[in-house]
Structures are given as structure tokens and as C-alpha cells.
């Protein structure tokens, strides 16, 4: 009797952490108020949707908000935890949003979970943003 009721608490603590962590873990994207001259990821979106094949280039559209114009140095990706692969960033639209766009290549199909941060430039010192991420399907 006493370790059926010891079990039920048991169970019932580690499905309150399981939940607990799930929702901690999926709060990517800071919400408070932007520091002088900060970049914050905000989505990642891969143009080309179910067209996206392996040995073949695809963009990659960054969307971001950040206070002024900080410069922006690249912007690194991991493929499933490969990586990080770094490409140099032009044409940036401050918006706001503010997007840019990145030119990516895989090498072998199958499905990914493709996460990026950039790096860039705030009060004289180099920084990286928050990471944000998408499941993508190379084929």
C-alpha cells in the first residue's frame, strides 16, 4: 500500500519536471526590452519548402529586431548539432523587422533540426544573439 503511494508521487513529481522543462526549453526568444545596441534573432524561415534537395544551394531568411544598426559579422548554423558554419552577411534590412537572407548547402538528405545565431558588433566588442531554430527536410 505504501509503495503504491510512494510510486503515484513519484510519477505524478517527474511528470511535473518533464512539463516544467518542456515549456522552460521552448522560450527561445528573450522577451524584455531590447539593450542599447542589441540584436535579437526573432525566426528563422527556409525559403523553398518541400524543393530543397541535397548538393543544391537555398536561402535562408533571418528575421530580427535590434536597437539602431548594430554591424553584423555572420551568421553561423548547426545542422542536428553539426557545425557551426559561419557565412558573411550582406544586404541587411533594419526593417522592423529587420531580415536578411543566407545562402545555405547541405550535402546529404535527410531531416534536420537547423539552428542559427549571428554574430555582431555592440559597444565596440563582438557579440552572438540567442539561437533560434527549424526542422528542415533536405532531400
Known amino acids: 500500500m505504501m509503495s503504491s503511494l510512494i510510486r503515484r508521487y513519484l510519477s505524478m513529481a517527474i511528470l511535473i519536471s518533464g512539463v516544467v522543462l518542456l515549456f522552460s526549453s521552448c522560450a527561445t526568444v528573450p522577451t524584455e526590452p531590447l539593450a542599447q ?5 526573432l525566426s528563422i524561415q527556409v525559403l ?6 541535397a548538393n543544391i544551394s537555398y536561402a535562408v531568411k533571418i528575421i530580427f529586431e535590434a536597437d539602431g544598426k548594430p554591424e553584423i559579422k555572420k551568421a553561423c548554423f548547426y545542422w542536428s548539432g553539426d557545425g557551426p558554419y559561419c557565412f558573411r552577411v550582406t544586404d541587411v534590412d533594419f526593417g522592423p523587422p529587420g531580415t536578411f537572407r ?38
Open 102 to 139: 543566407v545562402w545555405l548547402r547541405t550535402d546529404y538528405s535527410g531531416f534536420y533540426k537547423l539552428e542559427c545565431y549571428v554574430e555582431y558588433v555592440r559597444a565596440g566588442k563582438s557579440r552572438s544573439t540567442n539561437i533560434i531554430s527549424s526542422q528542415i527536410t533536405i532531400r
Open 37 to 41: 545596441g542589441e540584436l535579437r534573432l
Open 48 to 53: 523553398g519548402g518541400e524543393s530543397i534537395r
